[in-house]
């Protein structure tokens, strides 16, 4: 997942984004069992089903509990990919207090356009507004029930981490992709200098720490995740194996919006023409840090096992 993310974002920062988060989600929807899964989205035919989950783990929905089933009301935001998406994921509180999930069609409610963003502007994150639909109990799934896939990546004591990596190719593809951009124009002067931008030592210098970041903030997700997946997949992941893989995945995140924001500073006046791309690659990535995986109480929840410290309550 994170090599596939990376590539994707090394092209475009939005397609990466949104199949990402259309990954990410659908690892709830294993939350269901085979037989209603296929019933809902399919699953026989040739490459498996044709279906696109987005959706939002924020309880941002109200239940009225109905015969068979509850009754939905309530506006999710940040959606990525709604407007083409086939089915939605919406969170909710039922009435014994407890957080549910539910898998709905996308038709079950409307999009509401909303996305008018810095950057990732391709996602088409807009809101998704349910007004009392109807969703069978059968179709919800209890935030704390065990997942009827069968799979190492849902035996992690936490979903979001396992979810995560992707956020983590997302960056580094991301940064990746203006490192590659910006040695193709570094042939290139600037406003108020002749001299081609490879030219200049400060230009190159900061170009250096840039690539090192990036390469440095990749091979730490590599080498966290290598020692941790067979653990996971023996049901041996301690703690601090799994707090190291958080701490990477979260910092690969912040490496790389600094790498391109060093990339930005040294470029030039051209840095900010859209025609370089480097402009919308920086705006990618600091509308990117804006997402859960990247939020500071992930380096905190990272580094707790390694200081001898209960685990962080996350959500």
């Known amino acids: 997942m994170f090599h596939v993310i990376e590539a994707l974002a090394h092209a475009d920062a939005s397609l990466a984004w949104v199949v990402m988060i259309s990954s990410e989600v659908s690892l709830l929807a294993s939350y269901l069992p085979n ?4 019933q809902m989205i399919g699953g026989e035919e040739p490459g498996g089903p044709s279906c696109r989950i987005v959706g939002s783990s924020r309880v941002m929905t109200t239940a009225q509990p109905e015969v068979a089933g509850y009754r939905l009301s309530g506006r999710l935001n940040f959606v990525s990919g709604v407007e083409h998406a086939t089915h939605i994921v919406a969170t909710f509180v039922d009435f014994e207090d407890q957080v549910r999930f539910a898998l709905l069609p996308q038709r079950a409610g409307r999009v509401i356009e909303t996305w008018d963003a810095m950057g990732l ?3 088409g994150s807009h809101d998704w507004e ?3 639909a109807f969703v069978q109990e059968a179709h919800t799934w209890a935030a ?4 009827c896939a069968d799979g190492p990546q849902w035996r992690v004591p936490d979903r979001s981490l396992v979810a995560w990596i992707a956020n983590a190719g997302h960056a580094v593809g991301t940064a990746q992709g203006a490192l590659d951009d910006l040695a193709v124009w570094s042939g ?3 406003t108020g200098d002749v001299s081609a ?3 200049r030592e400060p230009f190159r210098l900061e170009y250096a720490r840039a690539q090192a970041a990036v390469s440095a903030a990749r091979a730490l997700v590599q080498e966290a995740w290598t020692r941790a997946w067979p653990m996971v997949e023996r049901d041996e992941a301690d703690p601090k194996t799994l707090g190291r893989c958080r701490l990477a995945n979260v910092h690969a995140v912040h490496a790389c919006v600094d790498a391109v924001e060093r990339l930005f500073k040294a470029g030039g006046t051209k840095a900010a023409r859209r025609s370089w791309t480097l402009e919308r690659r920086w705006r990618d990535l600091q509308t990117a840090r804006q997402h859960g995986a990247a939020l500071e109480w992930n380096f905190d929840a990272g580094v707790r ?3 001898g410290l209960p685990a962080r309550r996350v959500r």
């Open 35 to 38: 037989s209603i899964l296929s």
């Open 197 to 199: 931008l490879r030219e």
């Open 188 to 190: 290139e002067s600037t």
């Open 121 to 123: 502007r391709g996602t």
């Open 144 to 147: 704390l029930e065990p997942a």
């Open 130 to 132: 349910l007004d009392d």
């Open 305 to 307: 096992p390694q200081l």
